[in-house]
């Protein structure tokens, strides 16, 4: 989708959008074509529209002796997610509409360049889709909408339009890589799609299954072992800053490319949904394409621990007990608890390598994250109060909400093992709060850590105003926004 910004509607164009705020329709009487003002708004108000967020009305006006669609679209309130959404649901309407070309004259609504920039990030997120496996489409489900013109009367982008950009692109290729089927998206392919960020200046690393072994990975190699598909561990390390010294912040992304539970099998119904369990190294990957499309003035390494869990004749079995690179020992209770022992040998080896101040995991860790917090929230846990604190403000800032749950000694005790240092698993109660504390037990004495179980927020099994039913992008826009906040000169 091609966005380019005017002063006036071009004279051919196919259709015109007026965003709309709640309860303005008298307010837009100026703004909408001469003429054609009073019937228009008498219509809306007939069909309700009222401005309401992402509410949309349409109809056609005479333009030059022939039909013109002028779509009117709620922003509410006009600030914030209202702007979002609308923007969202405007191309939700047109998008296959059989229209190429779109104008939206912004002109008279006083939106500041943040506002304004928000209202057009909408458009593009719901614009995104994959379609690459589809072969029978009809006319009606192709995307025709190809041009939009912005009308902002000065005729120019609004300040940061490059980095909303930039944003855009890493949430793209998180959800490109959430929504690729297992058989094409696995450890190896999953590195290949993330190796052109080199182009835009990130360093990309490697380890393979022998590196892995060799530094003692014993908990990441026994989730793999069961696969013909090879782990591997990615690194991506951004500096936008003029400090190669500098301590980077490490992300830490679950990537379990297909997750079947291994041994303890998980049910055959819905099963087909376990590509997106590596929604958590989605996220990070996107992040990192995002800083660097933007230039972010800050140092950053993303690291993905990649596996497929599987469950062959070599597979890890309930009961058996591994070392992971820290020296501790693990009785893997239940082999479905994989992604934990993914994360703690990629956060051990993360702090030996980079000896970060803080360092943050994402991942789609637990079922029981949705029961606790649906698809409303992801949950944050940490060690430090002022690092949980940034978080949940930049998830209000960014749209990807988060909420804080507890650890505490009482749920660490959970997790002790009679014949190892702990099992992976602790008692069907609190199991995301014991898979936190799991993590815990790898975080070095004053390392700043928190840990983002993002199960229920990386796939969407609804449309809603800003993307379709499918992958979201979610935890892009939030880590992004994190470290514009707190990391960047």
């Known amino acids: 989708m091609n966005f380019t910004f005017a002063a006036s509607t071009p004279q051919r164009i196919e259709a015109v959008a007026y965003p709309i705020a709640a309860d303005g329709l008298d307010a837009a009487a100026g703004r909408l074509p001469e003429g054609a003002s009073g019937l228009v708004r008498a219509a809306a108000r007939a069909a309700r ?5 992402a509410s949309v009305f349409e109809t056609y006006v005479g333009e030059a002796d022939a039909p013109q669609r002028l779509v009117l679209v709620g922003i509410g309130k006009g600030a914030g997610a209202d702007l979002e959404n609308a923007g ?23 939106l500041s360049d943040t506002d304004l920039a928000r209202l057009l ?4 997120e719901r614009a995104w889709r994959i379609d690459t496996y589809r072969t029978r489409m009809k006319d009606q489900e192709k995307p025709t909408l190809v041009d939009i013109v912005v009308v902002t009367g000065g005729g ?16 793209a290729l998180a959800r490109e890589l959430v929504s690729e089927p297992a058989n094409v998206l696995y450890p190896e392919s999953f590195v290949e799609r993330c190796r052109p960020l080199a182009d835009l200046g990130v360093e990309i690393d490697v380890l393979d299954e022998g590196q892995m072994k060799s530094l003692g990975m014993g908990a990441l190699l026994g989730v793999a072992q069961g696969s013909v598909r090879p782990p591997r561990l990615l690194v991506m390390r951004w500096n936008g800053t003029d400090d190669d010294a500098s301590t980077p912040l490490c992300l830490v992304g679950k990537g379990v490319t297909f997750d079947s539970g291994g041994i303890s099998l998980k049910p055959g119904a819905g099963m087909e949904d376990m590509k997106w369990d590596m929604g958590g190294a989605a996220a990070v990957a996107g992040t990192m394409k995002a800083l660097a499309a933007r230039k972010a003035k800050a140092h950053v390494v993303g ?19 591994v070392t992971s690179m820290s020296g501790q020992t693990i009785e893997v209770i239940n082999t479905d608890a994989e992604g934990r022992l993914v994360l703690c040998d990629a956060l051990h080896w993360a702090q030996k390598t980079y000896a970060p101040d803080t360092i943050l995991d994402l991942a789609t860790l637990t079922g029981a994250m949705i029961i606790a917090l649906g698809h409303e929230h992801g ?3 940490s060690n ?16 990807d909400k988060l909420w804080r749950l507890p650890l505490s000694d009482a749920y660490d005790k959970l997790i002790n093992s009679p014949i190892a240092d702990m099992k992976n698993v602790g008692p069907r109660q609190a199991g995301s709060i014991t898979a936190a504390q799991f993590l815990q037990r ?9 840990h983002l179980d993002i199960a229920g927020m990386v796939w969407s099994d609804k449309d809603t105003p800003i993307w379709a039913k499918g992958a979201t992008g979610y935890g892009v826009r939030l880590l992004d926004r994190y470290i514009a906040d707190n990391h960047e000169g």
């Open 442 to 450: 790898y975080i070095e004495k004053g390392v700043k850590w928190a």
């Open 303 to 321: 690291i993905c621990g990649l596996v497929e869990n599987m469950p062959d004749g070599n597979a890890q079995r309930p009961g058996d007990v």
């Open 88 to 110: 969202g649901a405007l191309v939700a309407r047109l998008l296959t509409s059989g229209i190429t070309s779109l104008a939206v004259d912004v002109s008279g609504l006083n």
């Open 379 to 381: 949950g944050v846990f």
């Open 156 to 171: 120019k982008a609004p300040a940061g339009w490059d980095r909303q950009i930039g944003i855009y692109e890493g949430v």
């Open 49 to 53: 529209f009222d401005g309401g967020a």
């Open 384 to 399: 430090d109060d002022a690092l949980a604190g940034s978080l949940i403000d930049a998830g209000l800032q960014s749209g």
């Open 121 to 124: 990030f909408g458009m593009r």
